[in-house]
């Protein structure tokens, strides 16, 4: 193989479609991305909304979403909730609300046949030989491998590749929690709560059909649980009618710093969330995860032999761009400020 790529997100999906013309590639995938419905219980979780800067990279790689990916309703609103300060504040913002399943199976099946997509395979570990790098992972309960020239860790939050490849660093993450409820009378807006009680990060609610998803970001902490039912509780007294609840779910978020983001090292690279690109404010990551595949193909398609460092080189406008977000961060996240980006016109920013 030239290129195998772990994690078919949108970071892995959009590479390989990018590199299959060139390449040879082999995506290995622990969820079972490809095979239709009823879908593995095994999903990423997400709170499934595209922001501005994903529809840009979108439009920029040419693709436009297929009708039943979206998930009524589609939001243009946002509702932000002071738990301490005690302030709600509406603004426009412009996000596609899709089904985040169907948005990862739909990028998978833009990758072109040529490709090898290993689903419900889990990748175990790598170890550079001679002949290349070579690549182990585990199907069907079969340790099996592969040799590869590059490997690239699109494996997210919690990357196995990034940890093998520096084992002794993690960037810093939070704990998502995530439950979705039935829910009679939706709210039509993006609800973003900030209680410092809870959390020095954000929490969530966002309509979905029928149904609301509610999240927050935790420290990681064994009273992430308790802290969820004490969010859920105030939420309610601000007027949200949860219903039945039809799933939980819980993941890592990266919450990156400059010295988080990393390329990789020699012919072993990293892309998106496992790259730790990743908003520090919003934590937004489709777009990133999209713009740094889109990075690495260029690297590849036009530097074969200098990749990490042109790729290395092009990161500069994702450090850029977290660095303006944390900039940005305490209009967000310190009461005052907060209150006075709510009281003004700035709130947008
Ligand atoms: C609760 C929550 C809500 C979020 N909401 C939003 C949102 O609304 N909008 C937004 O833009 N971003 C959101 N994010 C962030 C966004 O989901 C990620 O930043 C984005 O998915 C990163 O894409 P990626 O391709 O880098 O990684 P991922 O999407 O995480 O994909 C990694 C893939 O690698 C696979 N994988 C992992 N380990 C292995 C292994 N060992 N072997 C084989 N396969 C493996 C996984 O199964 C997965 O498919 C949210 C994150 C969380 C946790």
Not at 159 to 169: A, E, H
Not at 172 to 198: C, H, M, N
Not at 201 to 209: A, L, M, R, S, T
Not at 306 to 312: F, K, L
């Amino acid at each position: 193989m030239d290129v195998v790529i772990i994690g078919a997100g949108p970071a892995g999906a959009n590479l390989a479609r990018l590199l299959a013309k060139r390449y040879s590639v082999m995506v290995i995938e622990a969820r079972d991305i490809i095979h239709p419905a009823p879908y593995d219980p095994v999903r990423k979780a997400c709170g499934g909304l595209l922001a501005p800067d994903a529809q840009r990279m979108l439009a920029r790689l040419g693709l436009g979403i297929p009708k039943n990916v979206l998930v009524d309703p589609q939001v243009f609103g946002v509702n932000v909730i002071d738990m301490k300060q005690k302030i709600t504040q509406n603004y426009q913002r412009f996000y596609f609300n899709i089904d985040r399943e169907k948005f990862d199976r739909w990028l998978v099946s833009l990758i072109p046949p040529s490709v090898t997509i290993l689903p419900k395979t889990q990748f175990v570990r790598y170890e550079k030989t001679d002949d290349g790098i070579k690549v182990y992972y585990r199907q069907h309960g079969l340790e099996k491998s592969v040799i590869t020239r590059f490997l690239v860790g699109a494996d997210g939050a919690n990357s196995l590749v990034r940890r093998q490849l520096q084992p002794r660093f993690t960037p810093k993450r939070y704990i998502a929690i995530q439950e979705w409820v039935k829910s009679d009378s939706p709210s039509t807006t993006f609800g973003a709560i900030f209680d410092p009680q809870l959390t020095d990060f954000y929490g969530w609610v966002i309509p979905k059909d029928q149904a609301l998803v509610l999240g927050i970001a935790l420290k990681p902490g064994s009273d992430a649980q308790e802290k969820f039912a004490t969010f859920k509780a105030r939420l309610t007294n601000q007027g949200y009618r949860f219903g039945q609840r039809i799933r939980s779910e819980g993941a890592f978020i990266v919450r990156p710093s400059l010295k988080d983001v990393f390329a990789g090292k020699d012919t072993i690279l990293l892309i998106g969330e496992a790259a730790g690109a990743i908003s520090p404010s919003s934590a937004e990551g489709i777009s990133y995860a999209l713009k740094t595949s889109l990075m690495l193909s260029s690297a590849l398609l036009e530097h074969e032999n200098a990749v990490i460092r042109h790729y290395e080189r092009s990161l500069w406008t994702i450090r850029l761009n977290i660095l303006l977000k944390q900039l940005k961060s305490p209009f967000m996240y310190w009461p005052i400020l907060r209150k006075f980006a709510l009281k003004s016109g700035i709130k947008r920013l």
